[in-house]
């Protein structure tokens, strides 16, 4: 069966760091094209960051363009986001999402941002 299962989240000191795992199977991983969503308390779900299939094209949103990077190893079928330099503001679950024909999203890891 489908699975992504997000891992590395926690809690982390403003300007601190943090790297999130997607670990995908169940599907041809190498074929998607990858997103990480984040989803903060009373507020939609948002777009963070996502990359092809091969891995040469990279989007971000504004307000992590700088300081998150996303990255894709097909050998192991996992996609990361490297967060660097941690504001409040980025506190939130953190979902990996795979696109393709079908959709399929992970169930998320908590990333909490505070002193």
């Known amino acids: 069966q489908v699975q992504l299962v997000e891992s590395g989240g926690g809690l982390v000191q403003p300007g601190g760091s943090l790297r999130l795992s997607c670990a995908a199977s169940?599907?041809?991983?190498?074929?998607?094209?990858m997103s990480w969503y984040r989803q903060a308390p009373g507020k939609q779900r948002e777009l963070v960051a996502d990359?092809?299939?091969?891995?040469?094209?990279?989007n971000y949103a504004d307000s992590v363009k700088g300081r998150f990077t996303i990255s894709r190893d097909n050998a192991k079928s996992t996609v990361y986001l490297q967060m660097n330099s941690l504001k409040p503001d980025d506190t939130a679950v953190y979902y990996c999402?795979?696109?393709?024909?079908?959709?399929?999203w992970g169930a998320g890891t908590q990333v909490t941002v505070s002193s």
């Open positions: 999402k795979a696109t393709r024909i079908y959709t399929y």
């Open positions: 169940g599907f041809t991983f190498s074929i998607y094209a």
């Open positions: 990359i092809s299939s091969g891995g040469s094209i990279t």
